[in-house]
Every structure is written in C-alpha cells, then in structure tokens.
C-alpha cells in the first residue's frame, strides 16, 4: 500500500512540472566542403583586387579613403562561422494564407554569410552556382549574427528540433531562424531598420523572442499593404496608414494576451487539482496507518 501511495505521489508531482525535456541538435551551418573551399577562393580573389586598388590608389570615398579601405577589408575570416540564410518567397502574406506552412514560404535560393574583422560578408552563388563576394556591411551596423542567436535561444525550446534553417526577406527587411518541431513550428525574428527610421513592426514583434508563424504572419499583414506594391518599384513593401496598423495590432496583441492568459488559467486550476490531489493522498495514507493500528 505505501509503495503504491508513493507511486501516485511521484505522479502527481510529475504532472505539476510541465516542461517538456530538451533535445535540440547542435546548430550546423548547412555549409558544405565544396562551398568552404568557393567562399576562401572567391574572399582570395576579392582580397587580391582590393590590394591591387589599394597599391594604385584608385579609391575614391566620399566619407574619405580609411572608411572606403576598412569597408573592403575582408582580413579576419574564419570559414567555421559561415552560414547559409535562404530567401523567403517575395509577397510571403498571401502565399501564407493560401498555405499556412510557413516552411513553404522559404526557397531554396540563398546567400552566405561570414563575419571578418570588420564586415559581415554576403557571398552569392552565380549562374554556375560557384559563391562569389556580393557585398559587405560593416559589423557596427550589423549587430545580428544569425548562429550566435540560434545557440542563445533554441535550447529555451521545450520540444524535440528537428529542422533549423535561417531565412531572410529583402522585401520586409528582416531575418529569421525558423525552426521545425516534432509538434510546431516556430519563427525568431530580428527586424532590420532602414536608416532614417524604425521598423515597422517594433513594439509588435521583438527581436529575438519566439512566435508561432499565425501571429507573426498576422502581424506582418496588419502592418503591411501588398495592394500598394508596384513590383518595378525598388524598396520594400509598402506600409498601410500607420493608425491603422496600430489598431490593427494592438487588437491582435489583446487576443493573444487573452488566449495566453486563458491558457495560464488552466494551468493554475490544473495545478490546484494536483496540489489538492497530494494533499488527498496524504490524508489518506495517515488514516491508513491509523486504520492499521486497530
């Protein structure tokens, strides 16, 4: 009898702790030797032509001639930080609601990406797929480096990873890790901010904070207008009347509150019954042991 109340105790203690174990994979690159050896060769032969500029003095900066040279300055490489970001189908919201899959929205088109001592260097395939240096962004303007944030979050998702891909959109500005449970889907956004001024979505979506795809694709749609885009236009999509935008969202932020509160609510009651079952199971194993002593 004691060791069948100790079993039904360890149970309801294991149902009070509702965190489910971590198996998450080591985070990979997605890089393959016959890719390393096309981004050092293509950084080589960049790094070749940017000597040679330099040795002529064929460079001319508006903002002078130390920015220009730190700006093509690949030194400081290290391969084993590459990592591919794949491109998210152009007007991503429609194609969502057609299939909400958000797996399906990312192509199979891609850049790689490598910090050096001074840049973050983009490396695009050609029209024979061999990488080559598209362009470079200094590292104090690009703060985000997609696998370090990968290593920070992922282990705080509570389910088994199978898939981890990282994903870019030109026409929304912003990147992202997505990852693919056994159970869910899940996006991990970082929004870019064109100079001049914010993104559009701060305040809705955080930068490095969990979302399942429903929400954030709600939000995407709440924030932008694709009946305004012109496709021979450059830039991004454009927004619709700030106002409503914010109606719009802050309306969808109060169902999510709701529904994650309602969700909170149940977790409470269910651990309430758990505690009161504990509580049962002691009291009726003191009247067992008195029951036995008569």
Do not use: C, W
């Not at 970082?190 to 954030?216: Q, R, S, T, V, W």
């Not at 509580?279 to 042991?289: H, K």
Request: glycine residues 4%.
């Amino acid at each position: 009898m004691k060791k069948r109340i100790l079993s039904l105790l360890i149970t309801a203690v294991s149902i009070l702790n509702l965190n489910f174990i971590v198996s998450a994979e080591s985070i990979e690159n997605d890089i393959n030797k016959t890719e390393m050896n096309q981004a050092e060769e293509a950084i080589d032969k960049f790094s070749d032509e940017f000597s040679n500029i330099t040795e002529t003095g064929k460079i001319y900066s508006i903002n002078g001639e130390e920015e220009m040279v730190r700006g093509l300055n690949l030194d400081g490489y290290d391969l084993s930080r590459a990592y591919k970001s794949y491109s998210i189908y152009g007007l991503m919201i429609d194609s969502y609601k057609e299939n909400p899959s958000f797996s399906s929205l990312i192509s199979d088109k891609y850049v790689v990406y490598l910090p050096s001592t001074y840049n973050m260097i983009a490396l695009y395939p050609d029209e024979n797929n061999v990488l080559e240096v598209g362009s470079t962004t200094s590292l104090d303007e690009r703060t985000i480096y997609m696998t370090e944030e990968a290593e920070k979050v992922l282990p705080t998702i509570d389910e088994e990873i199978i898939e981890v891909k990282y994903a870019n959109s030109y026409m929304y500005y912003f990147e992202l890790i997505y990852v693919k449970t056994t159970e869910n889907e899940y996006v991990i956004p970082y929004l870019h901010k064109p100079a001049l001024f914010p993104h559009p979505l701060e305040g809705i979506i955080e930068n490095g904070k969990i979302y399942d795809p429903e929400f954030f694709m709600r939000a995407m749609d709440n924030t932008y207008d694709i009946e305004k885009n012109n496709p021979e236009a450059s830039g991004g999509v454009p927004t619709r009347d700030e106002a409503v935008a914010m109606e719009l969202n802050n309306k969808l932020l109060m169902e999510f509150n709701a529904e994650k509160n309602s969700g909170n609510n149940y977790l409470i009651i269910f651990s309430i019954a758990a505690g009161a079952l504990i509580v049962v199971l002691f009291a009726g194993a003191g009247i067992y042991r008195k029951i036995k002593k008569h």
